[in-house]
């Protein structure tokens, strides 16, 4: 054998054990913690929403899953309370609310709020950064709220907040809750 005949099947050699001491080693992968459902509104025409001051319809024809949605036609800024889940006994858990949304010739923004009450205080999480205005086809929005050891809300308002003028439609509205997620060191 050659010089150039050793060195090449060295370098294979070299190569083929970096390869398996590289698929050897176990992969750190971040694996969020399996949500629970707490609350599944499928808007089929079966529940009202809460508001009873702003015109939420139900439409039958026009919806995510085929089963219906809520319209809401805003001539002005409006915000929705769609649902309420009163006391649910959540802490140091992470409570998603998640729900599909359509706009028509919206002017302005619509986006999804969660209210979490504690006694006489309300604080508010927002989907900002998925907000859509114009005219969207369904979209999933959803908005986290944290909530440490020992914060407890006594109620929790799902909102539609249209910030301006036009046409929303919401549906198959989830709320979810996990563990916080682990802080990185």
């Known amino acids: 054998m050659t010089k150039r005949m050793l060195l090449s099947m060295a370098l294979v050699v070299m190569l083929g054990t970096l390869f398996l001491a590289g698929c050897a080693q176990e992969e750190e992968v971040d694996v969020e913690p ?13 529940r009202a929403a809460a508001d009873t001051v702003n015109a939420v319809i139900f439409d039958p024809v026009d919806s995510a899953d085929n089963n219906g949605a809520f319209k809401m036609i805003a001539e002005e800024p409006i915000t929705v309370t769609l649902f309420e889940l009163g006391d649910v006994d959540i802490e140091n858990a992470q409570v998603n609310y998640k729900a599909m949304i359509k706009t028509e010739d919206i002017e302005g923004q619509v986006y999804l709020e969660m209210i979490s009450v504690f006694g006489e205080h309300e604080y508010f999480s927002r989907a900002l950064d998925s907000q859509v205005h114009g005219s969207v086809d369904w979209t999933e929005q959803q908005t986290p709220f944290y909530l440490k050891e020992g914060e407890n809300p006594t109620n929790i308002k799902l909102n539609l907040v249209i910030y301006g003028t036009g046409t929303a439609w919401i549906d198959d509205i989830t709320v979810t809750k996990q563990p916080l997620p682990e802080e990185k060191e």
């Open 34 to 46: 399996e949500a629970e459902v707490i609350a599944e509104f499928p808007i089929d025409g079966s």
